[in-house]
């Protein structure tokens, strides 16, 4: 089955400094792919559109100089953290679509100290 | 605006008590009613997709229906290997990324 591989699983870092994290898809092409966000017992929300070749589309209140968003090739989708703060620290999912339903990464737990 | 509400919010059940979740939606035009099953740390694992009221799918001890506005994961003689959150999603007539709900945690105990 359509496989997506996150990574990393999980990353600690100081505030202030960046951090990248990758999303691929391993037996099939994404054009779009998805970033979600998801804080303890909430629902995952959408904070991006990821769009191969072209600008991300970010949903409103998602700062776009913050979450720099990448999707240079058709199998892999980043998302940079840009100068992290605590409250930045939370569960990082993304997603992307092969032929039917949605495909999803393991996650990135993020902990900003 | 589109909106997925899942009840109860946490469940606890014995191994072999059969329940019901619950997942209302309020969307412009379904084009999909998704169920995933997330374990703690890790990303959403598919379950059921269905696109019509009425449908309904199974999978070993779950069974998902739909109507015209909520959607039922019936879990028939769970075991504990079934604690997990379910979550509800929706996909509109934009079709583009799932709208969430909250999810309910199962807790099925021996």
């Known amino acids: 089955g359509a496989v997506v591989s996150q990574h990393p699983s999980w990353v600690i870092c100081k505030s202030g400094t960046s951090v990248k994290i990758e999303c691929r898809s391993l037996?099939?092409?994404?054009?779009?792919m998805f970033w979600y966000r998801q804080f303890p017992k909430q629902s995952l929300m959408l904070m991006a559109t990821?769009?191969?070749?072209?600008?991300?589309?970010?949903e409103q209140g998602v700062e776009k100089d913050k979450f720099l968003i990448n999707h240079a090739s058709l199998t892999l989708s980043t998302l940079t953290v840009t100068s992290a703060h605590p409250e930045d620290s939370s569960f990082y999912i993304c997603?992307?679509?092969?032929?039917?339903?949605?495909?999803f990464g393991s996650g990135t737990r993020l902990t900003v100290v | 605006e589109d909106q997925v509400t899942q009840s109860p919010e946490a469940l606890r059940l014995q191994e072999g008590e059969s329940s019901s979740l619950n997942c209302s939606y309020t969307?412009?035009?379904?084009?999909?009613l998704f169920w995933y099953r997330q374990d703690p740390g890790k990303g959403p694992e598919f379950l059921f997709t269905?696109?019509?009221a009425g449908e309904e799918k199974e999978k070993e001890r779950l069974k998902a229906t739909l109507t015209k506005k909520e959607s039922f994961l019936h879990i028939t003689a769970p075991k504990p290997e079934d604690s997990a959150t379910y979550l509800c999603?929706?996909?509109?007539?934009?079709?583009?990324?799932?709208?969430f709900g909250k999810g309910t945690t199962l807790s099925v105990s021996s």
């Open positions: 997603s992307a679509r092969p032929t039917h339903g949605y495909t």
């Open positions: 037996d099939f092409q994404a054009t779009t």
């Open positions: 990821s769009n191969e070749g072209s600008k991300a589309t970010y």
């Open positions: 969307v412009s035009g379904l084009r999909g």
């Open positions: 269905l696109y019509s």
């Open positions: 999603a929706v996909q509109d007539q934009a079709g583009t990324a799932l709208i």
